[in-house]
């Protein structure tokens, strides 16, 4: 009976060796997998906050084009409003196209003898002036013209697929029409065909 007894303790106390063995395994494999679950999860989080980071730096990059492509288009929107600018004051005078005529006057009165007659004076003094006017509105007229037309045409010949501001062309566009309309009344103001020289007869 003390030997069988002996034999059984032996027997249970092997078999709860192997079940605790068993059981520290069972946890360790546990353990194992919660690790690499973790590091799976955090390994995904990291992609993920990658590719957003990437998705903000494209939007960035969408947002604000400038960075990536040429020039911003400060320069065509300058030349825009010194079209307009130019063809306002082919309409208005300036203060050059002023002195012009006064100068043309003063030429004028010294170079008539007062023995000349009526017309000759009329044309020598006020004539000459007027033309002179004319002229130099003529000029400031034909450049707003050009730079408008220049600011027009320039996308052709820029980037691809860069699109010009709205304000650039409207302000492109009125420089032109000014232009066009100062050129034309210089054009007939300096044939005498609007308002020319009165009759002396």
């Given at each position: 009976?003390?030997?069988?007894?002996?034999?059984?303790?032996?027997?249970?106390?092997?078999?709860?060796?192997?079940?605790?063995?068993?059981?520290?395994?069972?946890?360790?494999?546990?353990?194992?997998?919660?690790?690499?679950?973790?590091?799976?999860?955090?390994?995904?989080?990291?992609?993920?906050?990658?590719?957003?980071?990437?998705a903000?730096?494209?939007a960035?990059l969408?947002?604000?084009?400038?960075?990536a492509e040429?020039?911003?288009?400060?320069g065509q929107g300058?030349?825009?409003?010194?079209?307009?600018?130019?063809g306002?004051?082919?309409?208005t005078?300036?203060?050059?196209?002023?002195?012009?005529?006064?100068?043309?006057?003063?030429?004028?009165?010294?170079?008539t003898s007062s023995n000349?007659?009526?017309?000759?004076?009329?044309?020598?003094?006020?004539?000459?002036?007027w033309?002179?006017?004319?002229?130099?509105?003529?000029?400031?007229?034909?450049?707003?013209?050009?730079t408008?037309?220049?600011?027009?045409?320039r996308?052709?010949?820029g980037a691809?697929?860069?699109?010009?501001?709205?304000?650039?062309?409207?302000?492109?566009?009125?420089?032109?029409?000014l232009?066009?309309i100062?050129?034309?009344?210089?054009?007939?103001?300096?044939?005498?065909?609007?308002?020319?020289?009165?009759?002396?007869?």
């Open positions: 009976m003390g030997t069988k007894t002996a034999d059984e303790t032996g027997a249970t106390t092997g078999a709860e060796a192997t079940t605790d063995e068993e059981k520290v395994s069972v946890t360790k494999s546990a353990d194992d997998a919660t690790e690499a679950g973790t590091e799976s999860a955090g390994d995904a989080r990291a992609d993920g906050t990658d590719a957003a980071l990437d903000e730096d494209d960035d969408a947002e604000d084009p400038s960075g040429g020039p911003s288009g400060v300058a030349a825009a409003v010194v079209s307009a600018v130019l306002l004051v082919s309409l005078g300036g203060w050059i196209g002023t002195v012009a005529a006064a100068r043309e006057t003063l030429i004028g009165q010294l170079q000349a007659s009526v017309a000759t004076q009329v044309k020598e003094v006020y004539g000459d002036a033309q002179t006017t004319a002229l130099w509105a003529g000029g400031f007229a034909l450049v707003a013209l050009i408008g037309v220049v600011v027009i045409a996308p052709a010949f691809p697929g860069r699109v010009q501001a709205p304000w650039i062309k409207s302000v492109a566009w009125a420089g032109i029409a232009g066009v100062g050129l034309l009344l210089a054009v007939l103001k300096y044939s005498d065909a609007l308002l020319g020289l009165p009759s002396t007869g």
